[in-house]
């Protein structure tokens, strides 16, 4: 009997069928990661996505291993458009770094499948924030073949070997900082600091547009 071969667009689907967020709050928090850590390593090779599949292996049939974490860093490779993420296709390099915002609908099993998950292919650190109820916990080593150590909130202010930043917990929750010290931003904080920055050219006689 000879078998068909599965097609690499139904083994690979580049959407699992879930929404991104189940709220604004876990949606805005996603959002944050992203564009921050964007910014933090625009002079450096790095891929950072939000909600976006990640195929660790390469298989000839279902099963297929794939996980896709609410923020992912990719140090060494390119800030380019992607459907999805094979890794096969990236010079086999793994995230370092992965992030889930979670949400009322998430359960303690699916965050320990997650949590296996990253820890069996590769990722060096992995961090799980309840923006709700202020929950914190990480997962860290300096190498994948290394055993992982946890990051509480009691180990706080804490700073992430990988990329430099630092967690710290307040009142109002979890807050991360750039390696300058400088308070994680939402993207409409940067939109209006450029706007400003602007305005100033403006009244310097400069027009942003011919810079």
Not at 124 to 129: P, Q, R, V
Request: aromatic share 12%; glycine share 6%; proline share 9%.
């Amino acid at each position: 009997m000879v078998q068909t071969p599965v097609e690499s667009t139904t083994l690979y689907p580049d959407s699992d069928g879930k929404p991104m967020a189940d709220n604004t709050l876990q949606y805005r928090w996603i959002v944050r990661l992203v564009t921050n850590l964007k910014q933090l390593l625009q002079e450096q090779i790095a891929f950072v996505a939000g909600d976006l599949l990640w195929y660790p292996v390469q298989v000839e049939e279902p099963p297929v291993p794939a996980q896709a974490p609410d923020t992912m860093v990719v140090l060494g490779r390119p800030d380019r458009d992607r459907g999805s993420y094979k890794q096969w296709e990236e010079d086999n390099v793994a995230p370092q770094v992965v992030f889930e915002i979670l949400s009322p609908s998430n359960s303690a099993r699916e965050m320990l499948a997650k949590q296996a998950f990253y820890g069996k292919y590769g990722v060096l650190e992995m961090f799980f924030y309840d923006p709700d109820s202020y929950d914190f916990w990480g997962l860290i080593r300096s190498a994948p073949d290394e055993d992982l150590t946890p990051i509480m909130q009691m180990d706080f202010p804490w700073t992430s070997p990988t990329l430099g930043i630092r967690f710290e917990m307040f009142e109002d929750g979890l807050a991360v900082f750039h390696p300058n010290g400088e308070r994680f931003k939402d993207p409409g904080e940067f939109i209006d600091e450029r706007d400003r920055a602007f305005s100033k050219l403006r009244e310097l006689g400069f027009d942003p547009t011919d810079l």
